[in-house]
């Protein structure tokens, strides 16, 4: 069973920076596309960055020169780092990734993930 366990996130000031991390458990993020999506309360999930199973990386235009994702070598975990930050930022991050190996589905629709972490909340204040 896949796990996926978010961590890094809490409380910061407007303009400072935080990083987010994704940590697997039971399978590796090699050959599977992760991402970062995040949600405030009574809004549809919103798509933050993806890191595709190919090396590629897609980041949604509000977070764009700001944010980036990335993941270390061994595979096992995924990163968010979050500069510049926003009170209109502040959600639950939640990392996920794909059931299928080298997966078509669009990295940017949450539609195409499978497993997700239970989320780790960022608050930015102004």
């Known amino acids: 069973q896949v796990q996926l366990v978010e961590s890094g996130g809490g409380l910061v000031q407007a303009g400072g920076s935080l990083r987010l991390s994704c940590a697997a458990s039971?399978?590796?993020?090699?050959?599977?596309?992760v991402a970062w999506f995040r949600q405030v309360p009574g809004k549809a999930r919103e798509f933050v960055a993806a890191s595709t199973w190919s090396g590629g990386r897609r980041h949604s235009d509000s977070v764009k020169g700001r944010f980036t994702i990335s993941r270390d070598y061994t595979g096992n975990t995924a990163y968010l780092q979050m500069n510049s930050l926003k009170p209109e930022d502040t959600a639950v991050y939640y990392c996920a990734t794909q059931l299928y190996l080298r997966s078509t589905s669009d990295v940017t629709e949450e539609d195409g993930y499978h497993y997700w972490g239970q989320g780790t909340q960022v608050t930015v204040s102004s």
């Open positions: 039971g399978r590796t993020f090699s050959g599977y596309a």
